[in-house]
């Protein structure tokens, strides 16, 4: 069996660059390409390479199609990145912000250069693993992160009972009131990251179905057909579903339908997709966030925009920002708030 050379430099360097790759990725299910994995662990046709992967990626989905596009599925082995670490007398990876560096003069004044699409916007900057922005963004003055509460199922749940609806939604109401606990419960239950749980039921809120189908996203996602089977099965998940259901009905009477004819003349409308009852919970998100910006220019509070959270440079009054959406939206909603620390 292969075993590297630790007193070889060369090998040390390789080694030192795997971990500091491996300890910048998120935790969660990714896509990898062959080249891009070659570029940061070598070659897999190289003892080294092999024996950088065999430690640090765990294979959730063998599947990957050239034509399409669809890379395999890993994660990351933090039991391997600590066995590299002892392997090469390695006690702490120094965090690399230079990634965050192109980005200073945007960051350092507060002016961003997003793009917009589908009621978002996106920036390069939220594609850098999470522990390497961080203290990055610190550094240069942004430290204040803060994202809304279970956005997805409380935007879509309120914005339907203003429209209207009154019949009863026990199961979301109850991933509202208990959101840590249900995921934690389902994680357990059926051995999927709490991540996944929390994307699987915001997918599914959006029009996402747990189906086999090679090309569904939720399945993309979780990695695996057999925790799509586990959770079809699953009472609370399928209690939920039909809770999603009733939100949907209200809620489409503001997405536009066309019509098709049918074989035998009739007009029918078409049923609504998936990428549309995604772009309807966007646009509340982008309401919210509307206010969000408009408070922070009023405080003169430089921000930087993700989604449905943000990164700002002194501390908001969240009784006082509560209070502005309340009033210009109609929405409760709870902040989440964490300080990000420098490298």
């Not at 120094?94 to 960051?107: A, F, K």
């Not at 408070?295 to 449905?308: G, I, M, R, S, V």
Request: aromatic share 10%.
């Amino acid at each position: 069996m292969y075993k590297p050379n630790f007193n070889d430099p060369r090998v040390i360097r390789r080694i030192t660059q795997a971990i500091t790759w491996a300890n910048g990725i998120s935790k969660k299910t990714r896509s990898f390409g062959k080249l891009y994995i070659d570029q940061q662990l070598g070659h897999s046709g190289r003892p080294l390479g092999q024996w950088l992967r065999q430690h640090l990626l765990i294979t959730l989905d063998d599947y990957y199609n050239k034509e399409t596009g669809v890379c395999k599925k890993y994660k990351i082995n933090p039991k391997g990145i600590e066995y590299l670490k002892g392997s090469i007398g390695l006690e702490a990876i120094p965090i690399d912000t230079r990634q965050v560096d192109q980005w200073s003069d945007q960051i350092e004044s507060g002016i961003f250069l997003y793009d917009e699409k589908s009621n978002r916007r996106f920036h390069p900057l939220q594609y850098i693993p999470k522990v390497i922005k961080q203290p990055g963004m610190a550094q240069r003055g942004l430290k204040h992160n803060y994202d809304i509460v279970a956005a997805a199922p409380t935007l879509l749940l309120q914005h339907a009972k203003h429209l209207g609806m009154n019949k009863p939604t026990p199961y979301l109401d109850l991933y509202l009131q208990n959101r840590t606990q249900v995921r934690e419960f389902l994680s357990q239950q059926y051995k999927i990251d709490r991540q996944l749980i929390k994307k699987t039921i915001n997918g599914l809120l959006q029009g996402g179905r747990l189906s086999h189908w090679h090309q569904s996203k939720i399945l993309r996602d979780l990695g695996n057909h057999s925790y799509i089977t586990a959770l079809r099965s699953d009472q609370y998940i399928q209690g939920l579903v039909q809770d999603i259901k009733v939100m949907w009905q209200t809620l489409q009477i503001e997405i536009p339908r066309t019509s098709t004819t049918t074989r035998n003349g009739t007009q029918r409308k078409r049923a609504i997709t998936s990428s549309q009852k995604s772009d309807k919970y966007r646009q509340l998100e982008r309401q919210v966030i509307k206010v969000v910006e408009k408070y922070l220019k009023k405080h003169n509070n430089k921000c930087f925009f993700e989604h449905d959270g943000w990164t700002c440079e002194t501390a908001v009054d969240l009784i006082e920002l509560r209070t502005c959406v309340r009033t210009q939206t109609g929405f409760e909603i709870e902040f989440d708030w964490s300080v990000y620390e420098t490298a």
